[in-house]
């Protein structure tokens, strides 16, 4: 199953570097079919791969479920990694601990410190490594999922790919030249985006609220309009009062 993943992700690999999106994306899907659950990095890298290719296509929308999907597999690849170091910590403790004693030899002691075991050298090393490639992809993931956000739009979206900008500009060893400058780039572009948003969405809300209000009221010869809101100077709350006796017939 591994080698057919790995076949149908270079086939996609190719399909992508040839401008064949829509084929590509088919192939990273025929990768994930097969694809064994428990590689959580190799199937995120494929969904941030998919990501790529949405992009491309100018699919937002697809765009940031897959790098949201790459990036769920990564935090969990990351909490098991975590969970994983606090347990032999705890267990090197323990066994600290039941030592009360070590006999060491005048010979070992004169022999210097011990060589380090090449099996642990080589672990440590590919722990390194995949937390190098785990950085790696995350930053892409976020980078495609910022775009196709920001591409999407509307309050919810733009506070979305400010923050995922914002958590890119905390790692900056992770981008590249230019990456870093479109990071920045946005980062102040975005606030009042963010904010014009929020104001449109919140007037169109309270239109709606609005609207229904009369819509309950009319059949009492009232409308919102009978109704208004005054903040109290003293302790900044707001009242509603209760203006005029019933609308024009």
């Known amino acids: 199953m591994v080698s057919a ?7 996609a690999n190719a399909l992508f570097a040839s401008g064949k999106y829509d084929a590509a994306i088919n192939k990273y899907n025929e990768a994930l079919a097969v694809c064994p659950v428990y590689l959580d990095y190799e199937i995120a890298v494929l969904h941030s ?15 940031a479920a897959s790098a949201s999907a790459a990036l769920t597999g990564l935090e969990k690849l990351e ?5 994983k170091d606090e347990a032999e910590e705890s267990k090197k403790k323990e066994s600290e601990d039941v030592v009360e004693l070590e006999i060491v030899s005048q010979g070992a ?19 390194q490594k995949r937390e190098e490639d785990i950085a790696r992809i995350r ?3 976020l980078m495609r999922r910022a775009r196709a956000r ?10 979305g790919a400010l923050s995922d900008y914002k958590k890119l500009s905390e790692t900056p060893g992770n981008l590249g030249a230019a990456d870093k400058k479109i990071v920045q780039a946005q980062i102040r572009a975005l606030p009042p985006r963010v904010k014009a948003a929020q104001e449109k969405e919140t007037a169109e809300m ?23 809101m005054v903040q109290d100077p003293k302790t900044g709350g707001y009242s509603m009062n209760f203006q005029g006796g019933g609308a024009d017939k």
Not at 113 to 127: S, Y
């Open 206 to 228: 309270w239109g709606k609220l609005k609207d229904l209000g009369n819509g309950l009221l009319k059949p009492f010869g009232l409308s919102t309009e009978n109704f208004k």
């Open 139 to 141: 930053a892409k993931a």
């Open 5 to 11: 993943s790995n076949a149908h992700k270079a086939e």
């Open 150 to 159: 920001s591409e999407l739009g509307g309050w919810t979206n733009l506070e």
């Open 79 to 83: 909490r098991e990694a975590k969970e």
């Open 109 to 127: 002691k004169s022999a210097g410190p011990a060589v380090r075991n090449a099996a642990n050298d080589a672990a440590e090393k590919a722990r």
């Open 49 to 63: 791969n998919v990501a790529a290719c949405h992009l491309k296509l100018e699919e937002w929308k697809d765009a």
